[in-house]
């Protein structure tokens, strides 16, 4: 396989404004492919905002999500990927034509639609339903999963889209600076986001402290270790809804090291290059050909009720 270039973006979107979006998203497209990117990858719900709609009705969500190719929001990516010469992927709320609800993340050229995916642990809006399938689409002949968001904290989700062949997942996120029971979550407060250009430290601190980055080093670099892939992580900046987020948009390699990630507190790419010798020299492709599935299968495969709570779409500090 050819080496692949890929920028991972992180941006401040604005709720439900569109036009607003996709153009943030065709300026920082046409940055990675003058930078040398192949491709860039953009946060969930990147095209749409994604906090503000746990206030949406169903009319309101029906209202804002789209049909999926024909949707207009399609169209304007794929002119942006063939204008700038680069594969483009983001996400959206999704429609279909029965009405169902579903949190997308897709992935265009300038052909159109290369790939679709349906999030399989929605909980933003209580109208959307949950994807059902994996996906894996051939990027450059590299093969690509993607998984969005809490679907990455259920491992066997990655494993079950490295085991389907996948090099590279993308992993697309609105995530941290949140309230949990882990110790020293909490929500980041905003007037640090609007004092950034005088008090960039205290910005810093709490970003990069166990609110954000911090905790995500607890477990992201394991899913790229463990499964031996390239992880491609997005996540927005600034205010998502009333919100504070704190980017780290990062790629990393399948020994867990960290290739490329945006630093700034504002809009950014950062690019990373990935190479083939380190899916087969990384221990996890002996890892995974060491495995005995008999042991586990049916462990793994009981019979089981998922159950899913999140402590913070309310709740407030």
């Given amino acids: 396989m050819k080496n692949l270039k890929i920028a991972t973006a992180q941006f401040e979107n604005k709720s439900g404004d569109k036009n607003y979006n996709l153009d943030m998203i065709d300026k920082l497209s046409k940055e990675a492919s003058e930078k040398g990117a192949d491709v860039i ?3 969930e719900c990147s095209v749409t905002g994604y906090t503000f709609a746990r206030k949406l009705s169903e009319n309101q ?12 929001s399609v169209k304007r990516l794929t002119e942006a990927a063939k204008k700038n010469n680069i ?14 609800l579903y949190k997308a993340y897709i992935c265009v050229d300038k052909n159109g639609l290369k790939a679709k995916y349906r999030k399989l642990h929605p909980f933003i809006n209580k109208y959307l339903k949950p994807g059902n399938e994996y996906v894996t689409f051939d990027l ?7 998984l969005i968001c809490y679907d990455n904290n259920i491992i066997e989700n990655v494993r079950a889209t490295t085991l389907l062949g996948a090099d590279i997942i993308f992993m697309p996120h609105v995530t941290m600076c949140t309230p949990s029971t882990r110790p020293g979550a909490g929500f980041v407060d905003p007037a640090l986001w609007h004092n950034r250009e005088s008090d960039p430290t205290s910005l810093r601190a709490e970003f990069n402290g166990l609110k954000g980055r911090a905790w995500l080093m607890k477990w992201l670099p394991a899913r790229a270790y463990d499964n031996g892939i390239y992880v491609v992580f997005s996540n927005p900046i600034g205010m998502d809804d009333d919100q504070l987020k704190n980017g780290c948009s990062m790629i990393i390699d399948p020994f867990g090291d960290i290739i490329a990630e945006c630093t700034k507190l ?21 890892y995974i050909k060491a495995r005995r599935p008999g042991l586990y299968r049916d462990i793994i495969g009981m019979e ?11 709740k407030k500090e």
């Fill in 140 to 146: 450059n002949g590299w093969k690509c999963g993607i």
């Fill in 41 to 43: 990858a953009f946060h």
């Fill in 304 to 314: 089981h009720t998922p159950e899913q709570k999140v402590v913070w779409l309310d």
């Fill in 87 to 100: 594969v483009i992927l983001a996400g959206l709320f999704e429609k279909t034509t029965e009405n169902e």
């Fill in 266 to 286: 504002d809009n950014n790419i950062a690019i990373g290059t990935c190479v083939d010798s380190k899916i087969t020299d990384c221990g996890a492709h002996r």
């Fill in 61 to 72: 969500m029906l209202d804002l999500a789209e049909l999926i190719p024909e949707g207009e």
